[in-house]
C-alpha cells in the first residue's frame, strides 16, 4: 500500500465519482472510474459506461485523444486494478502501455480469478510505477463494487433487503387500508434500486396478496430478473408476472414438494422454474443463490414478505439491508404474526427460531421525504 498525497487523493475521489455512471448498466462487470493527470492538469477522464462498451482506462484515453491531449508519461487513476484479459473488451493493460503512461494509481483490487494482480504486474513489467491506495479512498472502492467482489469470491449475488416499516414496527397495513407504509419518495427511490440490481426476489405470500410486476419504472431502466420463492409452484399463470414475460425473465424457486403438474404448466409459460431438493429453508436459499449466481446474478433486491426476509436474515444470506421508517402508528400487530426476521419454513409453514444474529458493520440514515432510511451493512467483501 502507498501513502497517497492529497492531490492522488482528490483524483480518485473523481474517478470513483466517475465510475458512479455505470451503476445498474455494466454488471455482471465491476464500475470502474478513471482520470488521466499530467502537470498537474486533468486531461481525461472516463468510466464504464455500458456492458460491452469501453472500460474506464479505455475510456479515460480516448477522452484524452478527443481533447487533442497525448497521455504519455501521465499518471492514471482508476478506482479498479486495470484487466490483463480478454472479455468482450481487449485488456485494458494494453492500451495503457501503448499510450504510455508512467504511473497508475490503483483504489482495489480484483478479487476475480482472471485478475488477482495480473494486471498491475503486467504493467510494472512494462516500466509503469504501480501504487495501491490506502485508507478512505480504498475502502470506498471496495464498497463502490460490493456485488462484484461477492460474485467474484463465492459466486453468490451480494443480497440487498428492503423493508418499510411503522414507527410501531409493523410491516403491513390492516385490510382494506393503503397499502403503502412508505411515502412518495422513497416508493421512487425503490424502482431506482430495482433497475440498479441484476434480480428482484419476493415470496409467494406478498405475490398472491399484491399480484405485483416487480418491474423497474424509471425511463430507460435495465428491467431486473424477477424471482419468485414459491414451494409449492402456486404463482398463478394468469398473474402479471407470468404476463409480462417480454419484460424480463421470471424464475420460480419450488420445493421438492411442488406438485409436477404445476411445475409443467409454469414451465411450458416460459417460467424457469428451479427445484431444490432440501426441505431446509436455510439450504434452499443457498441452493437457489448458488443457482443465480451460476445464472450472472450478482445482486439480488429482496422485497416483499416477512417470511422469506426472515428466512434469509436467519440463513445468513443477507449482506445489506433498506430500511424506511414512516411516521405513523399502524397499532397493534395480528397476533398470529411475527418480527420480520423469525425464520417459517418455506415448505410446510412450521415456525421455526431464528438461528442466525446479523450485526451491522456500519450504518447510515438518511432523510427521505417524511420517511427515515436507515441503511446497515452486515458484510464486507
Same mark, same amino acid.
Given at each position: 500500500?502507498?501513502?497517497?498525497?492529497?492531490?492522488?487523493?482528490?483524483?480518485?475521489?473523481?474517478?470513483?465519482?466517475?465510475?458512479?455512471?455505470?451503476?445498474?448498466?455494466?454488471?455482471?462487470?465491476?464500475?470502474?472510474?478513471?482520470?488521466?493527470?499530467?502537470?498537474?492538469?486533468?486531461?481525461?477522464?472516463?468510466?464504464?459506461?455500458? %456492458?460491452?462498451e469501453l472500460h474506464g482506462e479505455r475510456a479515460?484515453?480516448?477522452?484524452?485523444?478527443?481533447?487533442?491531449?497525448?497521455?504519455?508519461?501521465?499518471?492514471?487513476?482508476?478506482?479498479?486494478?486495470?484487466?490483463?484479459?480478454?472479455?468482450?473488451?481487449?485488456?485494458?493493460?494494453?492500451?495503457?502501455?501503448?499510450?504510455?503512461?508512467?504511473?497508475?494509481?490503483?483504489?482495489?483490487?480484483?478479487?476475480?480469478?482472471?485478475?488477482?494482480?495480473?494486471?498491475?504486474?503486467?504493467?510494472?513489467?512494462?516500466?509503469?510505477?504501480?501504487?495501491?491506495?490506502?485508507?478512505? /479512498?480504498?475502502?470506498?472502492?471496495?464498497?463502490?463494487?460490493?456485488?462484484?467482489?461477492?460474485?467474484?469470491?463465492?459466486?453468490?449475488?451480494?443480497?440487498?433487503?428492503?423493508?418499510?416499516?411503522?414507527?410501531?414496527?409493523?410491516?403491513?397495513?390492516?385490510?382494506?387500508?393503503?397499502?403503502?407504509?412508505?411515502?412518495?419518495?422513497?416508493?421512487?427511490?425503490?424502482?431506482?434500486?430495482?433497475?440498479?440490481?441484476?434480480?428482484?426476489?419476493?415470496?409467494?405470500?406478498?405475490?398472491?396478496?399484491?399480484?405485483?410486476?416487480?418491474?423497474?419504472? /424509471?425511463?430507460?431502466?435495465?428491467?431486473?430478473?424477477?424471482?419468485?420463492?414459491?414451494?409449492?409452484?402456486?404463482?398463478?399463470?394468469?398473474?402479471?408476472?407470468?404476463?409480462?414475460?417480454?419484460?424480463?425473465?421470471?424464475?420460480?424457486?419450488?420445493?421438492?414438494?411442488?406438485?409436477?403438474?404445476?411445475?409443467?404448466?409454469?414451465?411450458?409459460?416460459?417460467?424457469?422454474?428451479?427445484?431444490?431438493?432440501?426441505?431446509?429453508?436455510?439450504?434452499?436459499?443457498?441452493?437457489?443463490?448458488?443457482?443465480?449466481?451460476?445464472?450472472?446474478?450478482?445482486?439480488?433486491?429482496?422485497?416483499?414478505?416477512?417470511?422469506?426476509?426472515?428466512?434469509?436474515?436467519?440463513?445468513?444470506?443477507?449482506?445489506?439491508?433498506?430500511?424506511?421508517?414512516?411516521?405513523? %402508528?399502524?397499532?397493534?400487530?395480528?397476533?398470529?404474526?411475527?418480527?420480520?426476521?423469525?425464520?417459517?419454513?418455506?415448505?410446510?409453514?412450521?415456525?421455526?427460531?431464528?438461528?442466525?444474529?446479523?450485526?451491522?458493520?456500519?450504518?447510515?440514515?438518511?432523510?427521505?421525504?417524511?420517511?427515515?432510511?436507515?441503511?446497515?451493512?452486515?458484510?464486507?467483501?
Amino acid at each position: 500500500m502507498t501513502i497517497l498525497t492529497d492531490i492522488d487523493r482528490e483524483h480518485l475521489r473523481r474517478a470513483l465519482a466517475l465510475a458512479e455512471g455505470g451503476r445498474g448498466r455494466v454488471s455482471p462487470n465491476p464500475l470502474v472510474g478513471a482520470v488521466v493527470v499530467r502537470d498537474g492538469e486533468v486531461i481525461g477522464e472516463g468510466f464504464h459506461a455500458a %456492458l460491452g462498451e469501453l472500460h474506464g482506462e479505455r475510456a479515460a484515453l480516448e477522452d484524452c485523444r478527443a481533447r487533442g491531449e497525448d497521455p504519455r508519461g501521465a499518471t492514471l487513476y482508476v478506482t479498479l486494478e486495470p484487466c490483463a484479459h480478454q472479455g468482450r473488451q481487449p485488456p485494458c493493460v494494453e492500451a495503457i502501455l501503448a499510450a504510455g503512461i508512467g504511473r497508475v494509481v490503483i483504489a482495489s483490487d480484483d478479487p476475480s480469478e482472471k485478475a488477482a494482480g495480473r494486471g498491475p504486474g503486467i504493467l510494472r513489467d512494462g516500466g509503469v510505477a504501480i501504487e495501491t491506495a490506502a485508507g478512505a /479512498e480504498a475502502a470506498a472502492a471496495r464498497l463502490l463494487n460490493q456485488p462484484f467482489r461477492k460474485h467474484s469470491r463465492t459466486g453468490l449475488p451480494h443480497v440487498v433487503l428492503k423493508l418499510a416499516m411503522s414507527l410501531d414496527g409493523q410491516t403491513t397495513t390492516a385490510a382494506g387500508d393503503s397499502p403503502w407504509i412508505s411515502g412518495e419518495r422513497s416508493r421512487e427511490l425503490v424502482h431506482r434500486w430495482r433497475g440498479e440490481h441484476d434480480a428482484i426476489a419476493a415470496g409467494v405470500g406478498t405475490v398472491l396478496a399484491d399480484d405485483p410486476l416487480l418491474t423497474a419504472r /424509471e425511463p430507460d431502466a435495465r428491467q431486473p430478473r424477477r424471482v419468485v420463492f414459491d414451494s409449492r409452484a402456486r404463482l398463478p399463470l394468469d398473474s402479471r408476472l407470468v404476463g409480462s414475460l417480454e419484460q424480463s425473465p421470471l424464475t420460480v424457486v419450488a420445493g421438492p414438494e411442488a406438485p409436477p403438474a404445476r411445475v409443467a404448466a409454469l414451465r411450458e409459460a416460459g417460467v424457469e422454474v428451479f427445484l431444490g431438493d432440501s426441505f431446509d429453508p436455510g439450504e434452499q436459499i443457498g441452493t437457489a443463490l448458488a443457482m443465480l449466481g451460476r445464472r450472472g446474478v450478482t445482486s439480488l433486491f429482496l422485497e416483499g414478505g416477512k417470511t422469506l426476509a426472515g428466512a434469509f436474515a436467519a440463513a445468513g444470506q443477507i449482506d445489506e439491508s433498506r430500511t424506511f421508517i414512516a411516521p405513523m %402508528l399502524l397499532g397493534p400487530p395480528d397476533p398470529q404474526d411475527r418480527s420480520p426476521f423469525v425464520n417459517q419454513r418455506l415448505t410446510s409453514g412450521e415456525r421455526t427460531p431464528a438461528v442466525a444474529r446479523l450485526e451491522a458493520l456500519a450504518t447510515t440514515t438518511e432523510t427521505v421525504g417524511a420517511d427515515t432510511l436507515l441503511t446497515a451493512r452486515f458484510k464486507e467483501w
